[in-house]
């Protein structure tokens, strides 16, 4: 899988004191933006990739999967998944196509290399999916 999930240090003495927890993910790239991304439930970030910048998305609240296709165009291509949750850090690098789907109000800081505004373009989008998962029946 060309997306990675992070997994993060975790000074256990900030858990110890009662306190809660302090979980630590070091990216090899520096982040020059990032952006607070909420999703309803049933809804899709359609199949796209970023030509020049890194994305870590850490999920923060929320169910979903994120999902990547190397030919979105060959029906024989398998599909390749990673269920997020709250607390799951990934990686994707530059030109990997991949889309979003919230299984429930799914909340995200997306982390970029590169300032939006500076991309042109930022975003190409592959295959635009529904926004909206097909209902069941």
């Known amino acids: 899988m060309k997306i990675e999930v992070l997994h993060p240090s975790c000074n256990l003495d900030t858990v110890r004191d ?14 020059l933006e990032f952006n607070l991304i909420t999703m309803h439930p049933g809804k ?3 199949l796209h990739y970023h030509p020049h910048f890194v994305e870590y998305l850490l999920f923060v609240d929320g169910e979903g999967v994120l999902v990547t296709k190397d030919d979105p165009d060959d029906p024989d291509c398998p599909e390749e998944f990673i269920h997020v949750a709250r607390g799951t850090c990934t990686r994707t690098p530059s030109g990997v196509m991949h889309a979003v789907y919230s299984i429930t109000s799914l909340s995200f800081v997306a982390m970029l290399t590169r300032p939006w505004d500076e991309c042109d ?15 069941n029946g």
């Open 18 to 31: 009662g306190r809660g927890g302090i979980f630590t993910w070091v990216p090899p790239e520096p982040i």
């Open 44 to 46: 899709v970030r359609g």
């Open 121 to 135: 373009p930022p975003i190409v989008q592959v295959q635009p999916l529904p926004h909206t998962l097909a209902a």
